[in-house]
């Protein structure tokens, strides 16, 4: 949990030095933090306690939904048994999952959890483009959406696994067989926190992952305000711009591994030996 | 500020989540993974279609290769056969000519021997009467006849011992 307090103290330290260059800069400063906070555009009434007012992020997210199904309405002209552009191009990242993180991990219920398993991939990646386009934000750099995607596949796999094994059989799946008995509540409970903070962590990855290279540009943009000195933009802007493109990088890499490990839990859950 | 949940947030991912997963499933998923294994079927159907073929004309080349030896073995046959029946005909007919030269060879001795010995009784008989004719012309006088017919039967009688 290291990461989170660093975290934290990262998010205190940047949101003084926003306060700080906002006061320098003009409000200028703020338009780098953009992309990670949040903030209320279209107020709604809360409905059982959920605000369901239409935030910065929701909107992001709904764009990401919108591009996604939009560009695979354009592919599926393509489509057919002898792909052609756009539908070529598709396809050929679907194999790459199909046949190198789903099939491996979850065998035969590979076919199953494919539709799934795409979808996370594709909708985690346009929301992790979309911050890095002017005027967008990235959603996946806001906790409640990672952990919203990462209970899903908490509960897509968990929850298969006891429709299939039977609440008793799902509870024994915790326990290795040929273990003494005294070690079981032992095992169990550490079995039981092992499963939550995988799921967590998965939730996290994202979200830190998605802040800190915003964090890192701001950070060396406000250097710019804090040393009150001009010169000091030739360093920062062209870090800033090397840390956008590690940026463009780590966009793809943790949709990768949100997609990868979503299969390798659920593929977990639903296997027969621990 | 960061670590804020926001429930709302969280209603409207799932909400977007599951309505995109729905959709793309009907838009985009299951027809490029039908798409997908209808191509990889096909693909290994062609692969196996085209063993097939193979196999089946090698098979055949195989067939045609033992076709021709076997076309090869009986021209072989038939001309060495030919040959020998040439041979042997030639065989008979010098065979039977020759024979028919002998057989030629021999009528005609024969009938040389037979010449021959017709033409020295002709000689003989002629001789004698010959001899009988002189004799009487130069002896009709002195001798009866019948003295004279034994003196000639007498020298026709040494000149048989003679020759």
């Known amino acids: 949990m290291s990461l989170a307090t660093w975290m934290l103290s990262m998010a205190a330290a940047a949101e003084e030095v926003a306060k700080h260059g906002a006061e320098e800069a003009g409000g200028k400063a703020d338009f780098i933090l953009e992309e990670v906070a949040d903030h209320v555009l279209v107020p709604l009434p809360k409905v059982l306690g959920i605000d369901l007012s239409i935030t910065k992020h929701v909107l992001m997210i709904w764009i990401s939904a919108a591009i996604v199904l939009i560009l695979f309405s354009l592919a599926r002209r393509g489509a057919g048994l002898v792909p052609r552009g756009l539908a070529n191009f598709f396809e050929a990242i679907v194999v790459f999952l199909r046949d190198d993180v789903i099939t491996p991990y979850l065998g035969e219920d590979a076919t199953r959890y494919t539709p799934y398993i795409l979808t996370v991939f594709f909708f985690i990646l346009t929301m992790n483009l979309l911050g890095l386009v002017p005027m967008g934000a990235t959603a996946t750099s806001n906790i409640s959406v990672t952990a919203a995607l990462a209970v899903m596949t908490f509960l897509i796999g968990h929850g298969a696994a006891i429709i299939r094994k039977g609440p008793i059989g799902y509870i024994k799946h915790f326990i290795p067989p040929g273990i003494p008995a005294f070690v079981v509540p032992i095992l169990f409970i550490a079995e039981i926190m092992g499963l939550f903070t995988r799921h967590f962590a998965l939730a996290i990855r994202l979200f830190a992952n998605m802040v800190a290279d915003h964090m890192v540009v701001f950070t060396l943009l406000g250097l710019i305000f804090i040393f009150n000195n001009v010169l000091v933009a030739f360093f920062s802007v062209p870090a800033a711009v090397a840390i956008e493109l590690l940026a463009l990088l780590i966009a793809f890499i943790q949709a990768y591994i949100f997609t990868m490990l979503s299969a390798v839990f659920i593929g977990m859950a639903l296997s027969e030996e621990h | ?163």
Not at chain 2, 76 to 100: D, F, N, P, T, V
Not at chain 2, 147 to 154: D, G, N, Q, S
């Open chain 2, 1 to 163: 500020m960061l670590l804020n949940v926001n429930t709302g947030l969280i209603f409207w991912t799932v909400v977007t989540f599951l309505l995109l997963l729905l959709t793309l499933k009907k838009l985009a998923w299951s027809p490029i993974l039908g798409a997908l294994q209808e191509r990889e079927k096909r693909i290994q159907e062609d692969l196996e279609r085209a063993e097939k073929a193979r196999e089946e004309s090698e098979r055949l080349l195989e067939e045609q290769r033992q076709m021709l030896q076997k076309a090869r073995q009986e021209a072989q046959e038939i001309i060495e056969r030919g040959r020998k029946a040439a041979e042997a005909a030639r065989q008979e007919l010098l065979a039977k000519s020759k024979e028919e030269a002998e057989q030629l060879l021999e009528k005609a001795r024969r009938e040389i021997e037979l010449s021959r010995d017709k033409a020295l009784e002709e000689i003989r008989n002629l001789a004698v009467e010959l001899s009988l004719a002189a004799a009487q012309k130069v002896i009709r006088k002195e001798l009866d006849p019948d003295e004279h017919r034994r003196l000639v039967e007498e020298a026709l009688q040494e000149m048989r011992g003679l020759s």
